[in-house]
């Protein structure tokens, strides 16, 4: 069964920092990747869609780049608010249609 | 506006007492699926449906039921709430992936508190 891990748990930076999340899948038979935001007890708005076949997708201060043959996924965030502060989560679709989620990095920017 | 729609969004109930959480969307999405998300423990699936009429289990389904009449409509039933069944609960919904990668669309969520 596919296993999907983000590193790391929680990560702390002070505003204007670029920083990277990261998440790691163990199948590479995969449709697609997805990243999501959730603010505390809200729904998950999506980010970033990223297909087997694209390396990277870019939307506004956010870049998301797949290495499928590795397993890797990366979400990188530039000049980081505190607006950012939120809980991501990686997602990749199998062939076999399931979505399999990563438990998250919590993110907070300190003014 | 292309969404999914979760009522109610909150709920409080007591133990034993039957309900439904009701989920749509306009999106024409043949899969559809429902999530519950507690502290610690990530979201994890409770069901899913590949289109009407066909339901398969997630990795928690007990305690729940799901039917799929319509292909817009996916409504989470607890037949007999309990206090564990205490949670976030979310719906999605996605194209089946026949020539390319869909992503996922969520609902706002349903907090759920058995009593």
């Known amino acids: 069964k596919q296993e999907v891990t983000q590193i790391p748990a929680a990560l702390s930076v002070p505003e204007g920092e670029n920083l990277v999340l990261n998440c790691s899948f163990t199948d590479s038979a995969i449709y697609n990747l997805q990243w999501f935001r959730q603010d505390p007890g809200k729904g998950l708005t999506s980010l970033l869609l990223?297909?087997?076949?694209?390396r990277e997708q870019t939307s506004g201060r956010l870049n998301a780049s797949l290495d499928k043959s590795s397993g890797r996924s990366t979400l990188y965030i530039a000049a980081s608010q505190p607006g950012d502060s939120a809980t991501y989560l990686c997602?990749?679709?199998?062939?076999?249609?399931?979505?399999?989620f990563g438990t998250g990095t919590s993110l907070t920017v300190i003014p | 506006e292309a969404q999914v729609t979760q009522n109610p969004r909150y709920l409080i109930t007591v133990t034993g007492k039957k309900l439904t959480v009701t989920c749509s969307q306009n999106?024409?999405?043949?899969?559809m699926s429902w999530y519950r998300q507690d502290p610690g423990l990530g979201l994890r699936q409770i069901y899913y449906s590949m289109n009407v009429e066909v339901t398969d289990k997630g990795d928690v389904p007990e305690g729940y039921k799901v039917s799929r009449k319509e292909k817009r409509n996916f409504p989470l039933i607890l037949e007999s709430p309990s206090p564990n069944q205490t949670s976030l609960y979310f719906c999605?919904?996605?194209?089946?992936?026949?020539?390319?990668?869909?992503?996922?669309?969520f609902g706002s969520g349903t907090r759920l508190t058995v009593v």
């Open positions: 990223i297909q087997s076949s694209q």
């Open positions: 997602a990749v679709r199998g062939t076999g249609n399931q979505f399999y």
């Open positions: 999106m024409n999405h043949e899969y």
């Open positions: 999605a919904s996605s194209f089946l992936n026949i020539r390319g990668g869909y992503g996922y669309t």
